[in-house]
C-alpha cells in the first residue's frame, strides 16, 4: 500500500500492459487505454504509444500536431530528414489515431506538453512553396533547438540554406555544465 502510494505521489506508477521503460528521472504526468487495448501514457519526457509488442516514446519536441476529437486523438510525429546548421529539417509521419472511450486527462496533457515545448513559430514562403520554423524546448535539455519543416514541393535545398541562415542568429543555449 505504501509503495504504491509512492510510486503515485512520484509519478512512478505506470499502468497494467505498459511494456516502456521510463528514464530515471522521467515521471508519469497521465495514462489511458485505448479502445484496442493499447496503453499511452504521457510522462514528463514525451508520449508513449504501442510500437508492435512494445511500447515506443515520441518526444514531445517531435510531436506536430495533437488533436483531440472527444474520442479519438490524433498525433503526428515528425522525424529527422536532415539538419542545415544547427537547424534541423524535419518531415511528418503519417498520422496515427487512437479511440479513447475513457480518456482521462491523457488528451489535455498531450496538448498542453506539445504546445509548452512550442518556443516560436513562424511561417515563411520561399520559392516554390514555403516553411514553418519552429523554436521548441527539448525535454531534459538546456535552451531550445530550431526545427524547420518544408511544403511538400518546396525545394528543399534552399529551405536548408535559409535555415542555416537562420540558426546562426539564435542565441546558444547555455552550457549546463
Known sequence: MIGR??????????????????DEAEHV?????????????????GLWVPHGEDSRRIGWHVISKA????????II??????????????????ARRFGLSKPGKLPRVVQARVTA????????????GGAVF???????KAGVVL??????????RVVAEVAAQVAQ???KPADPG
Open 117 to 128: 515545448s512550442v518556443k516560436s513559430s513562424h511561417r515563411r514562403e520561399l520559392g516554390g
Open 29 to 45: 504526468v497521465a495514462s489511458t487505454t485505448s479502445a484496442e487495448g493499447a496503453v499511452l501514457v504521457a510522462t514528463s519526457a
Open 134 to 140: 519552429v523554436q521548441r524546448k527539448v525535454p531534459g
Open 169 to 171: 542568429t539564435l542565441p
Open 77 to 94: 510525429e515528425a522525424e529527422q530528414s536532415g539538419t542545415a546548421g544547427a537547424a534541423v529539417l524535419l518531415v511528418d509521419r503519417p
Open 5 to 22: 502510494m509512492w510510486r503515485k505521489l512520484s509519478g512512478q506508477d505506470v499502468p497494467a500492459g505498459f511494456t516502456g521503460e521510463l
Open 67 to 74: 488533436s483531440w476529437t472527444g474520442e479519438e486523438l490524433e
Open 147 to 156: 526545427q524547420v519543416r518544408c511544403d511538400p514541393g518546396t525545394d528543399e
